[in-house]
Nanobody, 121 residues
């Protein structure tokens, strides 16, 4: 009953900006890492950016300097601010979170449903 709900996808012109949000809900005791992945047609799903509960971040080389990942622990929400978008950024973007549902419980990985980001030239 952990759910990740993404929002903010859409169509944008090259050079533009777009912000994504992903809110976790349900029975959640703790969230460790949260991340954004993306997958273009015919390609593997790849990591875009990740952020730990302590706000340590990691970015794929292809988005470094253009994208910013952040989180609001109180809201259980992770954000991805995408600037200077390029057509090659076009993909379905997926939210990911490692969640502990109860104290001393196991850690499990959850995925959002995905949101389409299309960058036109």
């Amino acid at each position: 009953q952990v759910q990740l709900v993404e929002s903010g996808g859409g169509l944008v012109q090259a050079g533009g900006s777009l912000g994504l949000s992903c809110a976790a809900s349900g029975s959640i005791f703790s969230i460790n890492a949260m991340a954004w992945y993306r997958q273009a047609p015919g390609k593997q799903r790849t990591l875009v950016a990740s952020v730990t509960s302590g706000a340590n971040t990691n970015y794929a080389d292809s988005v470094k300097g253009r994208f910013t990942i952040s989180r609001d622990n109180a809201k259980k929400t992770v954000y991805l601010q995408m600037n200077s978008l390029k057509p090659e950024d076009t993909a379905v973007y997926y939210c990911n979170a490692v969640v502990q549902r109860t104290f001393r419980g196991t850690w499990n990985e959850y995925w959002g449903q995905g949101t389409q980001v299309t960058v036109s030239s």
